[in-house]
């Protein structure tokens, strides 16, 4: 093992950012609220009586289900109790930071009010109403930054989207003209009529050229400089890196990283998917990837009806209970100095602060080998009264240095405790 000195630490995207960097409200955020809604809740995941094993909102795809049939479904999208207020507060209320939501995925409906064709929110279904106007005004109001999902590749709607070609015959697709006719008219909208957006959230980016994604992404910047814009943009292009959903790296991350997760396995509301995460699961993926330099977005799919399933919101308020105590050791901290991970939990930083995030509780005599860094005081997170007995000697075999807390009498609160050094 190398000794590490947290001021010495080689953090490439840690560098102070300056006042005007467009990412620093990201990277300080750590903890996002992905929402995944459309008409793919109406099935939930139940087609002609069979209930699908996939995520919920590929079942248009899956199934092979005609343009006209999956559009069908409009008719019957009515959320009687849709409530913005709610889901923003839900987010607020989790510690999440910003909220980016399905503005079109890749069934190229649109969940707000568009002029590039009808089928849409507004003009296609009874509800008549463009929720993404509610969001916009909740995020304000309430200050978690608003972002929008937009499928720039897949679209199993307009005849040059790719990958339906069920529908439409592949060698007749026209990419050009879907990015002409609708993409951009598309972002065009967003961008110009829900004030500022924190990012485009771009995804799968499979069939569209570097040429045209740069295209995409230009033009996303002349109408806001500052909105971000994901890593699937693709290409390299994007303003920080996506990994595979899901994804837990296994050690620290050199760059900007996010990592978007479900709750449960699906993204779009699925009737029949019951097997959640734990919200102690969830506190630890999130100190993991924050130590690790990446962000956690985490997905809700709200039913047709747009209620949030309860076990959902139980564990949000979870994880949000945990923030409260603790969110100075997660919000605006750097990675781990340490490459490595380590089995008792994470460390992250801020500043000359550490902190030692605990997945269990530690031995009375707490060991951290490799620590060059001189500490003064180590407390427990928000009490101040509680300081620790240290001691830092120099471990005479191997030369690398030693840090001992004495934890002796303190009692570790579930599922960790954070403890602070500075
Ligand atoms: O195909 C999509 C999927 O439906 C979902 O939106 C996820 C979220 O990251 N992105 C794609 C798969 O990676």
Redesign the pocket.
Same mark, same amino acid.
């Given at each position: 093992m190398r000794a590490v000195d947290i001021s010495a630490v080689k953090q490439p995207t840690r560098r102070p950012a300056p006042q005007n960097d467009p990412l620093r409200w990201w990277r300080e955020s750590r903890f996002g609220m992905?929402i /995944?809604w459309g008409l793919y809740a109406i099935p939930a995941g139940v087609w002609q009586g069979q209930r699908v094993p996939y995520?919920g909102? +590929?079942m248009m795809f899956r199934e092979k289900i005609p343009v006209a049939t999956y559009a069908a479904l409009a008719a019957q999208f009515h959320p009687r109790h849709f409530d913005a207020a709610a889901w923003v507060r839900l987010a607020k209320q989790a510690g999440m930071r910003y909220l980016v939501i !399905?503005a079109k /995925? /890749?069934d190229g409906f649109a969940m707000y009010r568009t002029s590039v064709n009808r089928y849409n929110v507004v003009d296609a279904t009874p509800w008549h109403h463009d929720p993404m106007v509610d969001l916009a005004r909740e995020c304000r109001r309430q200050g978690v930054r608003l972002c929008f999902?937009y499928s720039q590749d897949?679209d199993w709607h307009h005849p040059d989207g790719a990958w339906n070609d069920w529908d439409y015959p592949a060698a007749a697709k026209n990419p050009a003209r879907y990015l002409r006719e609708k993409v951009k008219p598309q972002l065009r909208e967003l961008l110009t009529r829900y004030g500022p957006v924190g990012m485009i959230w771009f995804? !799968?980016p499979l069939t569209l050229t570097k040429a045209q994604s740069a295209s995409i992404r230009r033009f996303v910047k002349k109408l806001q400089p500052r909105c971000l814009v994901s890593g699937r943009i693709g290409h390299g292009l994007g303003d920080y890196n996506l990994p595979?959903?899901n994804f837990l790296p296994p050690g620290r991350l050199e760059g900007d990283w996010e990592t978007?997760a479900t709750l449960n396995h699906t +993204?779009?509301f699925k009737t029949h998917d019951h097997e959640w995460k734990s919200a102690e699961n969830l506190i630890t993926t999130l100190v993991d990837l924050v130590s690790k330099g990446a962000n956690y977005l985490l997905?809700i799919g709200p039913d047709a009806d747009g209620v949030v399933p309860a076990p959902s919101v139980q564990r949000l308020r979870a994880v949000g209970a945990w923030l409260e105590r603790n969110g100075d050791a997660i919000y605006g901290t750097s990675p781990s100095p340490f490459r490595n991970e380590f089995s008792w939990g994470r460390i992250t930083t801020k500043g000359r602060r550490l902190f030692l995030h605990f997945f269990s509780a530690p031995p009375k005599i707490f060991h951290l080998h490799g620590l060059r860094t001189r500490v003064r005081t180590a407390r427990a997170l928000g009490d101040a009264r509680r300081a620790f007995a240290t001691r830092q000697t120099t471990d005479a075999a191997t030369g690398l240095p030693i840090l001992a807390i004495d934890f002796t009498g303190l009692r570790f609160r579930a599922p960790v405790t954070v403890v602070a050094l500075d």
């Open positions: 992905f /995944h995520i909102e +590929w !399905t /995925h /890749h999902y897949l995804d !799968t595979r959903d978007c +993204w779009g997905n």
